[in-house]
């Protein structure tokens, strides 16, 4: 099994910043694609971006094309997803899903999960 952990969330301000990391354990994540989604209140999982094991980032929603970077350093066994620019819509919990091989919007075909990191966006 591969065991995810994301960290990094918390209350920022609109504008700020934030650098959610998802590390993975149990077995090598080398051959893994790493997806980030976000739930907010009452709405459900969206995925929000996505990377191969090739490197090859996805980004699904308009609203994460630009203000979202996704990267993963295999040697460390983590996956980052920075955020720019933060407003109020982008609160929600944020978790990592992981899939063999290739990015997929299917939720349902991503194996492993993460708990979430709540980012909250206020003034």
């Known amino acids: 099994q591969l065991q995810l952990v994301e960290s990094g969330g918390g209350l920022v301000q609109p504008g700020g910043s934030l650098r959610l990391s998802c590390v993975a354990s149990g077995r090598p994540m080398d051959n893994y694609a790493i997806g980030w989604f976000r739930q907010a209140p009452g709405k459900e999982r969206e995925g929000i971006s996505c990377i191969s094991r090739m490197e090859t980032p996805t980004y699904w929603p308009d609203s994460a094309k630009g203000r979202f970077t996704i990267s993963r350093d295999n040697a460390k066994s983590t996956v980052y997803l920075q955020i720019r620019s933060l407003q109020p819509e982008d609160t929600g919990l944020y978790y990592c899903?992981?899939?063999?091989?290739?990015?997929?919007?299917?939720?349902?075909?991503?194996?492993?999960w993460g708990q979430g990191t709540q980012v909250t966006v206020s003034a």
């Open positions: 899903g992981s899939k063999y091989w290739s990015c997929s919007r299917d939720l349902s075909t991503f194996d492993f």
